[in-house]
């Protein structure tokens, strides 16, 4: 863990800037979820957005378990160095539950595809991407199952006609690999490499 410090804003441009290193057109096809953990994460996201629905501001979460018996943990991007225990105590957490299944989601902001380009030219004019008016408002979502890992995106909307309500679009999912997710703000969280015993 680094022993610099860094200011809130600091914190969540650092942590929007690995989010935005990933590249998931790069990746592959958009997936389909396996059954039955598609429903479970569907539950999942419609608990974030009926949150979004009713204007309350969404904070970095974890959610682990298994068997329909499924915890959330609140993550700080106060720093780099408080979400890193954030993710820490997830971990022994999920550990010691046996989870089989993480989900864990970040919001941030990005910029459109066709404005990535200019991504050097925007920051220097606005100070980062997330205080460009071009840029638009995701979750980052990371699935940790035995045997596959999986990053995905989803876009925020105003749910008109209040700015303060937000509603999720449609979720895109991404099989990936144990680099890539060792690479996002949260790490691999100690599913995907469990034994699995028949």
Known sequence: MSNTQTTPSTASDAIQRKIYRL???????EVNLPT??????????????????EGCKLVPLIFHGKDNDFRMIGCSMNSLETLEGSVAYARSRVREMASDLVLSVMPCKVLPQKDRAKEKELVAKYGSISQCPKSMEILYLQLEIKGALYIGNVTV?????????????????????L??????????????DQPTFH
């Open 179 to 192: 680099d890539e997710i060792e690479a996002s703000p949260f790490g691999a969280l100690g599913v995907f």
């Open 23 to 29: 590249k998931f057109e790069k990746i592959g096809s």
């Open 36 to 53: 039955p953990h598609r429903e479970t994460v569907n539950v999942l996201l419609q608990g974030i957005n009926n949150i979004l629905e």
């Open 157 to 177: 909307l105003n749910h008109i006609p209040s700015e303060n309500r937000k509603q999720l679009a449609e979720v895109s999912w991404y099989q990936t690999t």
